[in-house]
């Protein structure tokens, strides 16, 4: 989940056992946050052509360095991180934490982390505060990543869909919405199952030197259970315009 304490209380009431993983996206968002909050206040010092160089320019800096295969993007890199010392020391660090979340166990993550935090300067202290603010205070549910690496992302690509059916719609009600998602027809998921159900039904009378009675029990029947469209299927019809 993300970082809001309304949603850590809700779980801690009604399933206090369950273990909250912070969305690792929502973490490493911040890193970029207090890389932007460097460049824009760089921006400050420099000609209105660097300014706006800069600014186009923005992407290079968010990008990880190990991505950064045009040679053209990794020229600009090198630009602004030599002419602006500082804006390069953070550029590190952001680097330096993403690198945390390619940890193999919540140890190596957590001394990786301690050590992030010992080369952040006094310099950047005020930049990164956003982010150390966050790790303090989120600290066993941002490590319990390293147990159980799991994220949003999933969810939050299946709620673009669901915003883009909205729009597409213009308005649909909650269970208008919910149905056009759930039970679109040609896209639902049925799965069918065998259930069985007994009677009895007895012959015969329990009469001495006779037979003894005897009885039939129990009949087949099929149902479905509709679970609804499957999302995997909805996306790929939403991406190929056939829904």
Known sequence: MDMWNPYKS??????PHAKIVIDKFQ????????????????RQNVSAKERRQLMRDRYVLLTRSKDLIDFDDQIKLQ???QNFPLLGQAYELKEKFFDIYEAESINNAYKLYQN????????????FEDLIKAMNNWEEEIFNYFDSPITN??????????????????????????????????????????????????FGKMLPDQFPNWSQTGYEWVYE???????????????EGTF
């Open 10 to 15: 809700a779980v801690n009431t009604v399933i």
């Open 27 to 42: 973490v490493v968002k911040l890193a970029n946050e207090s890389l932007e909050k460097i460049r824009k206040a760089n």
């Open 79 to 81: 630009i602004w991180t």
């Open 116 to 127: 992030w935090l010992s080369n952040v300067s006094k310099e950047l202290m005020t930049y």
């Open 153 to 202: 992302a999933y969810t939050e690509s299946l709620n673009r869909l669901i915003k883009t059916m909205n729009h597409v719609g213009r308005g649909y009600s909650f269970e208008a919405l919910r149905a056009k998602i759930l039970f679109t027809q040609g896209y639902r998921k049925v799965k069918k199952k065998k259930k069985f159900k007994e009677v009895e039904v007895t």
């Open 225 to 239: 259970e509709i679970y609804g469209a499957d999302f995997s299927t909805l996306i790929k019809a939403m991406e």
